[in-house]
């Protein structure tokens, strides 16, 4: 029996012990292997699938052709599901056994993407009429256009010069705030330290915390 050895693991980097050559257990490994290994998950691949697939019957015995693919993808864009009707696909999934893999050491303030907590009280806002005033205002300054790329139109977002956690002061201000399309406003958070969050401690410091308690 191989003996217990200290590794971190190649997946999440956390620290374990145990038998496990990489990884510090199968969701892990299930998860790594899905990223790197798995070929039918690639774009080219899936491309060749898809051609291949093309006019071709169904599990169904239908064969359905490009134009009729496209009609209804037109057909269902933008449509909601009831509450009712998410429910009953819940329960169906669950009948069936799908159960996606789930790291749980990732969930919550160990989770890299963690800012502290308040991304409920974010999604409120946005449908508050302070901020939809607010926004409105940042797109109308800029002539709805992108100020990075300076493309018109399109999907604009409004990107805080100084983050919306730590300055709640400045969440309102129309000089804290630029109009920018999605790729440039993903530009400008690639790379860039998450911020502080609104109660004045850093994520590491927050997890520091929990860990201790």
Known sequence: MP?????????????????????????CRVTWTNLHRNVAKRIDVRAKIAAARLGKPTTLGMVYSAQWRQNIGLALKGKKHSIRWKRAISRGLRRAGVRPPRNDHLVGPVHPNWKGGHSRARGKDYNSPAYRAFRASVLKRDNWKCQDCKKRGGRLQVHHLKAWGPHPQLRYSIENAVTLCRPCHLGRHRGVPRPVTVDGRTRLEKLTTLISA
């Open 3 to 27: 003996k217990k050895v200290e590794r971190n693991c190649k997946q999440c980097g956390r620290h374990y012990v145990g038998r496990g050559r990489r990884f510090c257990g199968n969701s």
